[in-house]
């Protein structure tokens, strides 16, 4: 991990970042029309596009850094809490969806931090396939607005899985704390990746 902070890879997470109120924004402005759900849509895509830009390039360009590794995971979950949040109050998705999946979110990095100093949690494809799973839901209610059984599907779904790798990191955080002493010092990340 280098330990500049003006690379490519994270220009691109401070986009994504900077992305978020302006989405928020659209939402709230216009977000009960289909011009703003769209445009809200449009940008949703691109700062997604951003998460995968940015993790490709830090890994093939050699340009992993310790502030890339703490910004990309506060601008994922940044973009999908605020979609999450004002989509609910647009009545695009149910509010009992984004209180579980933010509460999943809010204890996995309080989880994550009260076992710091036992080690890292590595990422998991679970969590991946998570996020794949949150930006499915807001893509599908954004594009087509309305409680139809397939954004019902992927609603119940999408909540199932978060909260079931919530409770997998849960598993892992106790076997991490019972297999390693508390080092005097939290080690490094091995790469851009963290568990989302």
Known sequence: MTSGMWTLPNA???LRLLAVPVFGAVLVVSGDTPRGRWIALALFIAASLTDVADGWL??????????????????????????????SARGLV??????????????????????????????????????????????????????????TAVVVT????TVVT???YGVKAAALTRARPPSPQPSAAPGRQVPR
């Open 166 to 168: 919530g409770l997998d």
């Open 94 to 151: 149910p509010w009992w969806a984004t209180v579980l999946i933010l509460a999943r979110e809010a204890a996995v990095t309080v989880l994550r931090l009260a076992v710091l100093h036992h080690g890292v949690i590595p990422a998991s494809r679970g969590g991946k396939a998570k996020t794949a799973a949150q930006t499915t839901l807001i893509v599908l209610a954004l594009a087509a607005p309305g409680w139809t059984e397939v954004l």
């Open 158 to 161: 999408t909540v199932l899985w």
């Open 12 to 14: 691109l997470t401070g």
């Open 58 to 87: 830090a890994r093939h360009r050699d340009q992993c850094t310790d502030f890339g590794a703490l910004l990309d995971p506060i601008a994922d979950k940044a973009l999908i809490a605020t979609a999450l949040v004002c989509m």
